[in-house]
């Protein structure tokens, strides 16, 4: 399957498939695009509680630094910039943008691991993603109201690729949101020397909510669902749609 012209619709839907699979309700984690896809799919799911990593915004939440329209513009912009940019893949970032831009507080090893496992991704989606305005079919709306459980809004000290006031402002858009920052951490919360300081807060987080009540039983584990592009639908090789 190409991945150029899927749209952040076919990636929920195809997520909410997996999930209506499951024998119990999941938490359900999503970082960066998958921040923004863990709430969607959250809106039509029946899940334990979600927690959106560094989410690109939603629909309707805008916020902008001159830091973040730097990082933007050097990730994306070629992208941005060519013909029918919905039309053709999102290739990852050259080496030296990713280490400035997404991976700035990492070691060289930490950031070089992440790096070598990026795939292409849908420009059809990005467009979507950043460009709301101009999809009729409002992909990237969230129904904020459908989602009553728990909700853990997650940002790095250090992110550079989102805008600092989208995670408090995506928090307070639910019943039950809460807004966390992890200290000295890029973009990458879940990777490096960020991840158990991360996930020692999401314990917490999940204790005092009382997230896994009603969605683990006797003997079974978490299914923990870091939702980004889902694996079947983001081939190695970049295809041209």
């Given amino acids: 399957m190409k991945i150029a012209p899927l749209t952040m619709r076919e990636y929920t839907d195809d997520l909410v498939a997996l999930i209506d699979s499951l024998d119990s309700p999941p938490l359900v984690v999503g970082l960066s695009l998958g921040g923004l896809l863990a709430q969607l799919v959250a809106a039509r799911t029946r899940h334990a509680g979600v927690v959106a990593a560094c989410p690109v915004g939603a629909a309707g939440i805008v916020a902008a630094t001159p830091t973040t329209l730097r990082s933007v513009g050097s990730i994306y912009g070629r992208h941005f910039l060519q013909p029918r940019p ?63 459980t728990p909700v853990l809004v997650i940002r790095g000290e250090c992110d550079r690729v989102v805008p600092p006031q989208i995670i408090p402002k995506t928090a307070a858009r639910y019943q039950r949101g809460t807004y966390l920052q992890i200290p000295r951490s890029d973009h990458l919360v879940f990777s490096g020397e960020a991840l158990p300081v991360t996930m020692g807060h999401i314990d917490d987080w999940i204790a005092r909510n009382h997230v896994l009540a009603n969605a683990i039983g006797d003997g079974q584990r978490l299914a923990l669902y870091r939702l980004g592009v889902p694996e079947h639908l983001a081939p190695k090789r970049c295809g041209r749609g």
């Fill in 86 to 148: 919905w039309a053709n893949p999102l290739h990852p970032p050259t080496w030296q943008r990713f280490r400035r831009w997404v991976a700035n507080a990492q070691t060289e090893d930490a950031a070089r691991e992440f790096f070598a496992d990026l795939v292409c991704e849908s420009g059809r989606a990005y467009c979507e993603v950043f460009f709301p305005f101009l999809d009729r079919g409002k992909a990237t709306t969230v129904n904020f109201a459908a989602v009553t």
